[in-house]
């Protein structure tokens, strides 16, 4: 029988150390219970153009942004970012809402001087626990039907 040499027990030891280590750091990651938030936008409202104060008309849009929950109550939504036809586009509100354990519905809202019945739309935003950032995400759809707006609608016109 071939005897081992203890310098080869040794290297074989410092090769599975590093493997026992990452074994056991893989089961406590994967035991976190946050799910990612699927969105989804889907076709919102226009209101009547208004005049403005530097002439012209201006047009408010709401936008339904439907939320899943990540995981549990605690939760809130935060929009970073709001890009309308291309360009970055001051919402109309603040784009915050707590996420309701079930899930939830957000208004977006955005005012602009141009009157289209489709725009692309990108909702960049976070989702928050207490003040901890979860996770940061984006949805885009091309072509978002906007109809005009009528009393029982989602959102409203001011």
């Known amino acids: 029988m071939a005897q081992v040499s203890r310098r080869t027990v040794a290297r074989g030891a410092a090769w599975a150390a590093p493997a026992v280590m990452v074994s056991v750091a893989a089961p406590a990651y994967a035991a976190v219970s946050y799910i990612v938030p699927l969105a989804t936008l889907a076709a919102g409202t226009k209101c009547p153009g208004k005049g403005s104060t530097t002439g012209g008309n201006v047009y408010y849009y709401n936008l339904p942004l439907t939320l899943t929950s990540p995981g549990g109550p605690g939760y809130s939504f935060r929009g970073d970012s709001l890009i309308v036809g291309g360009v970055a586009t001051s919402p109309a509100e603040p784009l915050t809402s707590s996420i309701p354990a079930s899930g939830g519905t957000m208004l977006v809202r955005f005012l602009t001087d141009k009157s289209p ?5 990108t909702v960049n935003y976070s989702v928050l626990q207490g003040t901890t950032v979860m996770g940061t995400y984006s949805i885009s759809q091309n072509a978002v039907k ?6 029982g609608d989602y959102g409203y016109c001011p």
């Open 117 to 121: 019945s489709s725009y692309d739309v």
């Open 146 to 151: 906007f109809t005009p707006w009528k009393t």
